[in-house]
């Protein structure tokens, strides 16, 4: 009889504490305040200085500035906006979009950024390396094409990391010559891919995600058509991709390029006013209605491969269904014309360049 009542006590205990538990962790869960996410844009500063992009790398939010060099914030949700300055100031640049630090990317401490510095100073112009964080900075050109009249570093404005192999990267040249390069030591020495070409210039590259040897690029031609090109073999040979189903004479351009990150089955092409898909490497391509804004570039969601954004001259345009869809997002803060657009997913937050110096914001979405 003493056992039976031990047993109902022990019972009873139990299931007291497991009520309470319970409860506990129910009302936890119930009154847990939401962490506030504001719906509106948020400055984060650099006004009056003359941005060429940005970039989201892991846990930082990396500018590329036409005079004032290399500037870097967190990606943190709960951050201020505290720039830190990582060098590459002070060079003398051209007046002109493509001038100054026109992109920067990221292996662990050792960063590698290209500058234009156009005919005022082409020693300046090339790529740079450095090894311990943006402390100090070294050029890093071996295997660019040079001349007397021209230095083949003066006119990066894209450096692109595979992500299959972090240290390939390449290099998208503007203007004539218009070139291509490819690094696989991370930006120590480069090799010429595409041929010498006086008549492109290159706005966009990209690796396949999981294949090595296929690369594409593009851009436009002189005339203001809009080029396409896919190697197959590390950039060893060619082939040109030209068949839009819109008018082929439409005067148009290729300004991003981004693969469906896991397998490389779908890549989009990011042109004017337009966004392409394929799935079958360029043969067939579906289009999505003119989304009324000149169409910067886009970022595709690599925890979720339907979701992608666009960011438009006025606007930025949202899709969750593989682009067969697109529904505008936003417009830019205050009506400021924007210019790049960079997404931390993992925080999803967007962070936007603005035309005419009017600085850098981001939105929670």
């Known amino acids: 009889m003493r056992k039976n009542y031990r047993q109902i006590v022990w019972v009873s205990l139990f299931v007291i504490w497991l009520f309470l538990f319970l409860s506990c962790h129910l009302e936890k869960e119930i009154t847990r305040p939401e962490e506030p996410r504001p719906q509106s844009w948020i400055s984060m500063g650099l006004q009056n200085l003359e941005i060429n992009r940005i970039k989201v790398i892991g846990d930082w939010v990396y500018v590329c500035t036409r005079q004032n060099g290399l500037l870097r914030s967190s990606n943190y949700v709960t951050a201020e906006a505290d720039w830190h300055y990582l060098g590459l100031a002070n060079l003398r640049v051209e007046i ?16 590698v950024a290209s ?43 894209r450096l692109i990391q595979s992500p299959k192999q972090p240290h390939f990267l390449l290099a998208a040249c503007c203007e004539a010559p218009a070139l291509v ?40 031609t002189s005339m203001g058509r809009p080029l396409l090109y896919r190697s197959t073999d590390q950039g060893t040979t060619w082939q040109e991709i030209l068949k839009w189903p819109y008018d082929p004479d439409v005067s148009d351009m290729v300004n991003d390029i981004v693969f469906e990150p896991h397998q490389g089955q779908i890549l989009y092409i990011c042109m004017n006013y337009f966004i392409l898909s394929t799935t079958d490497a360029g043969q067939t391509w579906i289009a999505s ?77």
């Open 289 to 365: 209605d003119s989304l009324y804004s000149v169409l910067w570039n886009m970022e595709i969601n690599p925890y979720n491969i339907n979701e992608l954004i666009a960011c438009g001259s006025d606007s930025l345009y949202h899709t969750i269904d593989n682009g067969n869809n697109w529904i505008l997002l936003s417009i830019g803060p205050e009506n400021f014309a924007m210019n790049k657009l960079a997404v931390g997913w993992e925080n999803r937050i967007l962070y936007i360049n603005t035309y005419k110096s009017k600085g850098i914001f981001k939105l929670f979405f």
């Open 96 to 111: 002109g979009y493509f001038f100054g630090l026109t992109d920067v990317v990221v292996l662990g401490d050792t960063l």
């Open 115 to 157: 500058v234009n510095s156009g005919k005022f100073s082409p020693a300046v112009s090339g790529i740079y390396r450095s090894i311990n964080d943006g402390k100090t900075w070294v050029k890093s050109d071996s295997g660019f094409y040079t001349d007397q009249y021209f230095e083949g570093t003066a006119n990066v404005i």
């Open 181 to 220: 390069y490819l690094s696989k030591d991370f930006g120590r020495s480069w090799k010429l891919l595409f041929p010498n070409t006086t008549a492109i210039t290159f706005y966009a590259a990209a690796f396949h995600p999981l294949n090595l040897n296929e690369i594409w690029v593009g851009g436009h």
